[in-house]
């Protein structure tokens, strides 16, 4: 089984960025961590970032045919990202929507997620664990033979 686990704009600086929203892992350990949570499970993860809407876009048209599901923190383009959420949608591969911090607790343009209805769930305010859980949640949802 392959997993693509894709995060956004400004995800790269985690580490630097507002630790009491972020925590104060970097993307690299996230990676890690998620890493091992794929041994565990038996799939592999190809990982991928960008600053870039297009190239988030790119990555996703290349990789989806021969991959199983998503993981995916698409940062801010979470709140505007239409093209994103038609890659996704496109894809037709079960996606888990992440995020480090509660976008439901913040600024009210957080609060909005254009991505969410192509995703199976969105995990919200978990920090680093958000994204293993959201990694767990992934397999099983696939393993489950649910589809989409
Ligand atoms: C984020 C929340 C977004 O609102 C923000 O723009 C990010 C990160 C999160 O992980 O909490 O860059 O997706």
Redesign the pocket.
């Given at each position: 089984m392959k997993i693509l686990v894709i995060n956004?704009?400004?995800?790269n600086m985690l580490g630097k960025?507002e630790a009491r929203?972020?925590g104060s892992d970097t993307l690299k350990a996230i990676e890690q961590a998620l890493a091992e949570k794929g041994k565990a499970l038996g799939c592999e993860l190809d990982f991928f970032q960008s600053n870039h809407e297009g190239g988030l876009i790119d990555f996703i048209q290349e990789k989806s045919q021969d991959a199983d599901g998503i993981l995916i923190?698409?940062?801010?383009l979470?709140?505007y990202g239409y093209s994103l959420h038609d890659a996704l949608l496109d894809s037709g591969l079960p996606v888990v929507e992440?995020?480090?911090?509660?976008?439901r607790t913040?600024e009210e343009w957080?609060r909005i997620s254009v991505i969410s209805d192509v995703a199976i769930r969105q995990i919200?305010g978990l920090k680093k664990q958000g994204y293993l859980l959201g990694l767990e949640t992934l397999v099983e949802h696939i393993r489950g033979g649910e589809g989409k």
């Open positions: 956004g704009p400004n995800l960025r929203h972020y923190n698409p940062g801010a979470t709140h992440v995020h480090l911090s509660d976008i913040r957080r919200s």
